[in-house]
């Protein structure tokens, strides 16, 4: 087979694959309403049987909403380390053995290469808490859900001078480009993929500060730092960083010390508010972030790519926790010092936002008793089954046109393959 012709064949194959699954609407836009999160998986490791209040800690750590569904982005593993065989976890408990039991790990999605562990400590109702929510990431997911299109985050390194210089470049080009860029117009045939009327979609970013020893923002903070293989590295680690956050708590990628500079934030910035490419997630950059939100009941969904997320694995069903799982934010900074920089709001969303029902700052609820078993000891991919008991009934008029696309690239990769591969006879 000749290289030029193999090249020839996969090119066209790229170009038409992409074009069966571009659409006009924003990105940030289509990742809101399409896109659920990855989930974590949190490995419970323990020898002798949990107590109640341990138990009532682990059903902590996947919250449901009333109808069993699926909170936080998360998968939970109790693994007992004395009768455990799985060659995987028993491995994970390697790189993670602690004389303390019960203790917890929480490993990343597998995006570069392993997961990473990007929290470790005791069983505790306070560590729970912090690795599936913070104050930081509730206002985060209040703007998103408010309609705003990016919030940038600037992780401090700790160097005021450094850092203020840092924010006030990154705050003059989000005013800027804010002021510049134009929504995409969108095309009839994508309308079903949006719940809201295209006027309703505006530009707006904001931008917060988290400082790099900030105890209650450890874990988001040592989320953010394993977004890209190479962050905790030097010089890197030392630097102020920005992140762009979108769809559902989706962070693109860093800018790292002076990447912070207009020309790299505009590049961002068009992507984001850009017509979405393609709309496969796992095709698209970025990383997602724990947030123990209820996206699908904040958000209209008109259809789902993604699958959703599988049952939970874990204890079940050993009663609900007190008050004191749950963060108590008083005395914390105010979280909108950086409001939108356009100061009018955006147009009414699809969205509604109040303090009863977004789960935002709500408390953790544990599941009603006997839901379901302890899962069996596996592979940390198996546990990432789909969850058919998530279904929508909203269908998009996407789907026909990117089937047919599809379609039309098979017949002409067939076509193409049979006549310039397969032997011809003399």
């Known amino acids: 087979m000749r290289p030029r012709t193999l090249a020839t064949a996969v090119l066209i194959l790229a170009a038409t694959s992409s074009l069966a699954v571009a659409c006009s609407v924003p990105v940030f836009r289509y990742a809101l309403e399409h896109w659920r999160p990855d989930p974590y998986v949190v490995y419970v490791f323990h ?11 682990v059903d902590s750590l996947q919250p449901r909403d009333t109808e069993g569904n699926s909170l936080a982005n998360v998968i939970v593993r109790p693994i007992n380390v004395n009768t455990d065989d799985d060659p995987v976890t028993q491995q994970i408990w390697r790189d993670h053995a602690s004389e303390t039991l019960p203790w917890m790990a929480v490993l990343s999605p597998p995006k570069w290469g392993p997961a990473q562990t990007v929290f470790q400590g005791r069983l505790t109702a306070e560590n729970a808490t912090s ?6 990431r509730t206002e985060i997911s209040r703007r998103l859900l408010n309609g705003e299109s990016v919030v940038w985050v600037l992780l401090e390194c700790g160097r005021k001078e450094e850092d203020d210089a840092a924010f ?11 002021s510049e860029i134009k929504l995409p117009e969108i095309e009839e045939e994508d309308l079903g993929d949006l719940s809201v009327a295209p006027d309703a979609l505006k530009v707006v970013f904001s931008a917060i500060r988290i400082a790099r020893d900030h105890e209650t923002e450890q874990a988001f903070r040592d989320m953010l730092l394993r977004i890209e293989p190479d962050l905790l ?25 002076k990447g912070i500079a207009p020309d790299v934030i505009e590049e961002a910035c068009v992507f984001l508010t850009g017509g979405c490419q393609c709309t496969v997630k796992a095709q698209n950059p970025g990383v997602d972030l724990i947030m123990n939100v209820d996206w699908d009941k904040m958000v209209v969904p008109t259809q789902a790519d993604d699958e ?3 049952p939970l694995a874990g204890f079940t069903g050993f009663g609900q926790p007190d ?38 700052n709500s408390s953790i609820v544990g599941q ?3 839901q379901e078993a302890l899962a069996p000891a596996a592979d940390q991919r198996s546990a ?10 909203a269908a998009s008029t996407g789907i026909g046109r990117n089937v047919f696309f599809v379609l039309m690239s098979l017949v002409a990769v067939v076509v193409f393959t049979t006549y310039y591969f397969l032997p011809r006879a003399n």
């Not at 470049?169 to 989000?174: G, I, P």
Request: hydrophobic residues 35%; without cysteine; proline residues 10%.
């Open 47 to 57: 020898a002798d049987a949990l107590s109640d209040e341990q138990k009532a800690i």
């Open 131 to 136: 690795v599936l929510e913070s104050p930081k």
């Open 168 to 178: 006030s470049v990154l705050e003059q080009e989000l005013r800027k480009q804010q």
């Open 233 to 257: 590295d030097e010089p890197q680690i030392s630097q102020p960083m920005a992140i762009p956050v979108f769809g559902r708590g989706r962070a693109l990628y860093a800018l790292v010390g």
């Open 308 to 310: 959703p997320l599988p």
């Open 323 to 360: 008050n004191t799982s749950v963060i108590n934010v008083n005395g914390e900074p105010d979280l909108s010092e950086t409001p939108p920089l356009e100061q009018s709001a955006p147009a009414a969303m699809a969205v509604t936002v109040s303090p009863t029902d977004t789960g935002l």
């Open 368 to 370: 009603e008793q006997g």
């Open 384 to 393: 990432i089954d789909t969850d058919t008991s998530v279904t929508h009934e």
